[in-house]
């Protein structure tokens, strides 16, 4: 019998999860169908129920929903746990299970597909919401040498800071700085996991903390030359990215946790990636 699984957002329609995971389905060899679903703003508890009334195994969250999964699932994972809010949903009987892959998928972007390495490197994190919030722990995992989180706010990145503390490894420093404290600091790896990019704005960090060999890597996807990566371009960065490997990545770790199967991610990957020029 097919498998029924979905993604719920509001809006939803540039959703690129069905074409993900039926592309998935069909390089593994397994039976499901895959559709997006208009969740109503305050009604994602009904749309849910209503999904799994139907048969529904699984279900990925998109924007505005994340917090609300988070709190619509009897069990949550540590990744969930820590980001505060869920982007997979698994559905057994009763019992719904919260994951969050989006910081794992985004390392192995970064590691795997990419190739570089964040073990003993200077990382910046710029945000302090719940993207930044769900990278901290798979970052603080590959052990780097220096990891700043940055915000216009300094409390929210405080907050973070306390949380890596007590996750870090002994030979990682970390630290919380405002943008403004940023000058004269320079990074190996720089991630833009602010929402500026969706408003076409640039975070306000300066120019100096990149180098010509640093990667700048914007989550945003499907946004072409975002002024981060402007900004990264201008200072000599040729090595730019945005956040389309790591969209692959977590669907697919997603994926592997519904069907017990890893799909391999290049060629989706390849039919989302936009040109960075």
Do not use: C
């Amino acid at each position: 019998m097919t498998d029924k699984y979905a993604v719920i957002g509001n809006p939803i329609d540039f959703s690129k999860s069905p074409f993900i995971h039926m592309s998935f389905a069909s390089s593994t060899q397994q039976d499901i169908e895959y559709t997006k679903i208009l969740g109503p703003l305050g009604g994602f508890k009904e749309a849910v129920d209503q999904f799994r009334k139907a048969g529904g195994r699984g279900i990925n969250i998109t924007a505005p929903f994340k917090l609300d999964a988070f709190q619509y699932a009897s069990k949550r994972s540590p990744a969930a746990e820590l980001a505060g809010a869920a982007n997979a949903l698994s559905f057994a009987g009763d019992e719904v299970i919260a994951e969050n892959f989006d910081g794992v998928g985004l390392v192995r972007d970064v590691v795997h597909n990419l190739k570089h390495q964040l073990k003993n490197k200077r990382v910046l994190l710029l945000g302090a919401g719940g993207a930044a919030r769900g990278a901290l722990l798979p970052f603080l995992f590959e052990a780097p040498e220096l990891l700043v989180i940055a915000n216009r706010t300094l409390s929210k990145a405080q907050e973070l800071n306390r949380i890596a503390e007590k996750n870090k490894t002994q030979q990682t420093q970390v630290s919380a700085l405002p943008f403004s404290e940023l000058a004269g600091m320079q990074f190996d790896v720089i991630f833009n996991a602010t929402s500026a990019s969706l408003r076409n704005e640039l975070p306000a960090i300066p120019a100096t903390v990149f180098r010509p060999e640093s990667l700048a890597y914007e989550l945003a996807y499907a946004k072409g030359l975002t002024p981060f990566l402007q900004l990264a371009k201008s200072s000599g960065v040729t090595h730019l990215a945005d956040g389309v490997g790591m969209l692959a990545e977590q669907a697919a770790e997603a994926f592997a946790w519904w069907r017990g199967v890893r799909p391999d991610t290049s060629e989706v990957i390849r039919a989302l990636t936009v040109p960075l020029n």
